[in-house]
């Protein structure tokens, strides 16, 4: 008998990130449907299903909900796993970092490697009403599995320009005059990728005509970074996005400017002057910077072998046969708890849904 797994979509870089999970999902024979939230977009394939009530998700009984992002609605059924949507980078470098807050929703973290393994794993003995997996991210696998050298070489180097959404940490603004001079005057083809939650449309717009207007520049318009867009480029410029190990991965180096952890890992540069110059030595492959950056990857991602999703799945099947019900109830979380009852239409009376609350 096939069992049912879910998928909660609440923000648009979840795709890339559930996709080679649901594959190995399919290649065990069980099935899986997503509910993606009112406010994000659907961007599902023809062969991918989607519940689009709440009564549905119910009525599908999931064994596990998968969620990239931070929350999930406690009145799903199944495990609730939270698989991240990046590695702990710090991009704000703030004194707590974000990656490790733990809000109440989740019964299962599926970690990546030492840089999140060993604080999850802390946190998991203070607080003992979940556990910790090192299973690595499944977006990973994708990586993995669609990259046929670990370099992919071609006639003209291709630059990804791919900056975060932050407002006081995005280069995008900063960096405009210079990628406008140099889609012009180096033989490079460029390829303009923005965070899908970037809000600025006047910069955003600056980009999409330098695009119109340059044939050797190509914009990225969904906003997601997936296997096949990280694979088409050799050198990654950005700041202090989380994307920057999704690149070195693939054994790639990256220009970074005014990134807030710099490090032997990045050609980071202050002054929008010096990018030209930190690109041309990315091109070269510098064998001191491949070696520092794949160090620096192994710390991150632990597991970069094609198979963090079939970690991630027999993770459940462990806390299913050994720890479900059997760790220390969740907390009560009631005010978000309503919260996101109230923002999903689902009623506070038992066996009642409804539209209204």
């Known amino acids: 008998m096939k069992r049912h797994f879910l998928f909660f979509v609440s923000v648009a870089y979840s795709y890339p990130i559930l996709r080679p999970l649901q594959e190995e999902i399919w290649r065990r024979g069980d099935d899986v449907a997503w509910f993606v939230e009112d406010d994000c977009p659907i961007l599902l394939k023809n062969n991918e299903t989607l519940l689009r009530t709440l009564q549905d998700v119910l009525d599908y009984n999931p064994i596990a909900t998968f969620a990239p992002g931070n929350y999930i609605y406690d009145f799903f059924p199944g495990v609730k796993v939270s698989l991240f949507h990046g590695y702990p980078i710090n991009k704000r470098g703030d ?16 970690t990546q490697g030492e840089s999140s393994t060993l604080p999850f794993k802390k946190l998991e003995t203070k607080y003992g009403f979940f556990k910790v997996y090192e299973t690595g991210w499944c977006k990973t696998d994708a990586l993995v599995n669609k ?51 970037f809000q600025d449309l006047s910069v ?43 690149f070195m991965l693939l054994d790639k180096p990256v220009v970074t400017y005014r990134n807030t952890t710099p490090g032997r890992h990045l050609l980071n540069v202050t002054d929008p002057l010096d990018v030209e110059e930190a690109i041309a030595k990315a091109i070269t492959r510098p064998s001191g910077l491949m070696a520092d950056i794949r160090s620096y990857v192994t710390m991150h991602e632990a597991h970069a072998d094609g198979h963090s999703s079939a970690r991630v799945l027999d993770a459940v099947n462990n806390y299913i ?6 760790v220390r109830p969740k907390p009560l979380n009631l ?23």
């Open 335 to 357: 005010m978000r708890k309503l919260k996101l009852r109230w923002k999903a239409g689902y009623s506070f009376i038992p066996g009642f849904i409804g539209t209204n609350i």
């Open 321 to 326: 046969w050994y720890f479900q019900e059997k």
């Open 204 to 246: 955003l717009n600056q980009y999409k005509e330098l695009a119109r207007a340059c044939p050797n520049v190509t914009f990225n318009e969904s906003g997601l970074v997936d296997a096949e867009l990280l694979n088409s480029a050799d050198v990654l410029l950005s700041d202090a996005s989380s994307v920057i190990i999704e």
């Open 147 to 197: 990259s046929t050298t670990a370099q992919v070489r071609h006639d003209r180097p291709v630059i990804l320009y791919s900056s975060t959404f932050t407002k006081d940490i995005t280069s995008a603004p900063h960096l405009f005059e210079t990628l406008s001079r140099l889609v012009r005057e180096k033989p490079w083809d460029w390829i303009i990728s923005f965070h899908p939650m």
């Open 95 to 110: 004194e707590k970092d974000d990656h490790f807050s733990i809000r109440g929703w989740f019964d299962i973290y599926c």
